[in-house]
């Protein structure tokens, strides 16, 4: 899971880190000569490079920021273990800020756990209610990039707290910038049973609802960071990622 997830988010940052007037050293020379296949002169046997592409110096500023919020209601129990490592993994990236919410009617910020997932698990307790409206109005209070955010909500979607509200909240974090994905869960086993009228009510604001295995989950994260079309990966991997 830390390779594959290091690998695919680290590539897709990379990408994202792109410019268009790289430094000669940091040059893409196959993108670039791709990119410029229209001004290829035949009588020179050369391409003339129009448009360079390259990436941008390499730093240790943080590029993007992700908020994972994990429902610990009995159903989810493998999620949980799986959303714990890779909350862990990720945080692990230089280039990325991680928090990690755990929630059921109460809400856990277990962000300072993260160097090490078994912690984490120790931090969660499955059961209880559902309160997704005011895990949510907890995890609007840690964004301060929302451009740059992935916000990733692992839930059932059962909700036992304010329904209007849960889905005004999703609705205004998407209007500010906020990539948001939801995830009915993030297991082997498949989408467990969901409330299917809040999976319909969060597809209407263009915010598919979907179960996806681990072995998915860092291709997914990958096409997030790129800011590529989820609903479209989805759509494509659905023996990997079950849609609602």
Avoid at 14 to 35: F, K, L, S
Avoid at 41 to 68: D, F, N
Avoid at 127 to 156: H, K, M, Q, W
Avoid at 166 to 183: E, F, I, N, P, T
Wanted: include cysteine; charged fraction near 25%.
């Amino acid at each position: 899971i830390a390779t594959h997830t290091r690998t695919a988010v680290g590539g897709a940052l990379e990408r994202a880190a792109r410019t268009a007037r790289p430094a000669p050293r940091d040059i893409d020379w196959g993108r670039t000569i791709r990119r410029n296949l229209s001004s290829y002169l035949p009588e020179y046997r050369t391409v003339v490079p129009e448009h360079l592409v390259g990436y941008g110096r390499k730093s240790q500023a943080v590029r993007r920021e992700v908020v994972l919020a994990i429902d610990q209601s009995g159903s989810m129990a493998a999620s949980v273990v799986y959303a714990s490592v890779f909350g862990a993994v990720l945080a692990s990236l230089r280039s990325l800020r991680t928090h990690l919410v755990a929630f059921d009617t109460e809400v856990v910020d277990l962000t300072d756990r993260l160097d090490d997932p078994v912690d984490v698990l120790f931090g969660t307790q499955l059961g209880g209610g559902t309160d997704i409206n005011r895990a949510l109005a907890y995890c609007e209070s840690l964004i301060t990039r929302p451009a740059d955010t992935l916000f990733v909500l692992v839930s059932d979607l059962f909700e036992g707290g304010i329904r209007a509200e849960m889905l005004r909240r999703v609705r205004a974090m998407r209007d500010s910038g906020v990539q948001v994905v939801v995830l009915l869960a993030l297991s082997d086993e498949g989408a467990p049973a969901f409330d299917h009228d809040n999976a319909a009510a969060l597809a209407a604001l263009g915010i598919p609802a979907f179960a996806c295995t681990p072995d998915a989950f860092p291709d997914l994260l990958a096409v997030a960071f790129d800011r590529g079309d989820v609903r479209a990966w989805a759509d494509t991997n659905a023996g990997r990622a079950g849609r609602a």
